[in-house]
């Protein structure tokens, strides 16, 4: 049952809400809540509707809930559009925007939200390990649209690798996670809600760049997991950390490799083949549904053999 999402309902759209957390807890990935409008639930990425229509004190109701009825608390995360609320779950928010000197200053009259329900699916990742473990972990891009499992994947990466493979003789290594929106380890008060290996650090709501540099710093980690690299400055701490000898798994927007390449900030970190393994998800069977898997030198690496393993791993 997810309480916590449960919580910033009011009563009238309460029960809506409760019925398909319960029924259908294991496939929601969305609800989306937009005044004047039905209530929407995304479920294996195929949308349903409720009649109810939430008022606008319905909406009132649901910030009230997410700011602690203290809009200050939140007034940082409402100039990025979005809360992340205990367990990790992201409220996205989208109504008036007020801008100052050309700059977002806050998002007022709120009108629409959308609830993306974080999941720990344990054991998704172990499709990958074939492909990015030989003796040490490969700095690795994780790549595919909204909704196709990419924070997924790296959570059960970084518990994977902090807790290691006793049966494959994959030890325990360091891991970093720098997790700038609270969606990778869903942390309340810094301490991680999800399941991870005794070999995990956690700096929570830090800035990508600047937290990555402080993690090798402080807490000198084999592997470095981020979501959502894409700016210069994100990169540039991405070479850095490769150079002092840090591996990085990273997420970045996308649909294929061929997607990266157009995008300057990552054509530097590719030219230099910081990267020796690209993985290209989707959701055609589902959120983690493997797509394809290239080398350092963008040659496929899903051989027949290799097909069958992930076949047989999706089960």
């Given at each position: 049952?997810?309480?916590e ?45 409720e ?9 009132l ?12 608390m ?40 959308n ?14 390990i074939?492909?990015?473990?030989n003796?040490?972990?490969q ?35 360091k ?122 030198h963008y ?17």
């Open positions: 049952m997810l309480n999402i449960l919580a910033i309902f009011p009563p009238n759209l309460k029960k809506t809400v409760e019925f398909y957390v319960t029924n259908h807890s294991h496939v929601l990935e969305e609800i989306r809540v937009r005044i004047g409008r039905p209530v929407e639930f995304t479920i294996n990425n195929q949308p349903y509707f009649s109810y229509l939430p008022s606008a004190e319905d909406a109701f649901i910030l009230n809930k997410l700011s602690q009825f203290s809009i200050y939140i007034e940082e995360e409402l100039k990025k559009g979005y809360v992340t609320i205990e367990g990790g779950h992201r409220v996205g928010l989208a109504g008036k925007v007020v801008t100052e000197n050309g700059q977002v200053r806050v998002i007022r009259d709120v009108s629409s939200f609830i993306r329900i974080a999941k720990q699916k344990i054991g998704i990742s172990n499709q990958l074939p492909f990015l473990y003796r040490y972990w700095s690795t891009v994780i790549i595919g649209p909204p909704q196709t499992g990419k924070t997924t994947m790296i959570r059960d990466l970084a518990r994977v690798i902090s807790t290691g493979i006793e049966r494959s003789k994959i030890p325990p290594f891991v970093g996670i720098v997790d700038e929106r609270s969606e990778i380890a869903g942390a309340v008060k810094g301490v991680p809600q999800h399941t991870f290996g005794s070999r995990m650090d956690l700096l929570d709501s830090c800035p990508k760049a600047e937290g990555m540099m402080m993690m090798i710093r402080s807490m000198s980690p084999d592997v470095l997991i981020v979501d959502e690299v894409g700016s210069e400055e994100d990169c540039k701490a991405v070479l850095e950390a490769v150079n002092a000898g840090v591996r990085v798994i990273m997420t970045v927007h996308g649909y294929d490799i061929d997607d990266l390449m157009k995008r300057p900030t990552l054509q530097a970190l590719m030219k230099l083949h910081v990267f020796k393994r690209y993985v290209v998800l989707s959701n055609s069977r589902g959120p983690g549904t493997l797509q394809a898997i290239y080398d350092e040659n496929s690496m899903k051989t027949s053999a290799e097909k069958s393993l992930i076949e047989n791993s999706k089960g």
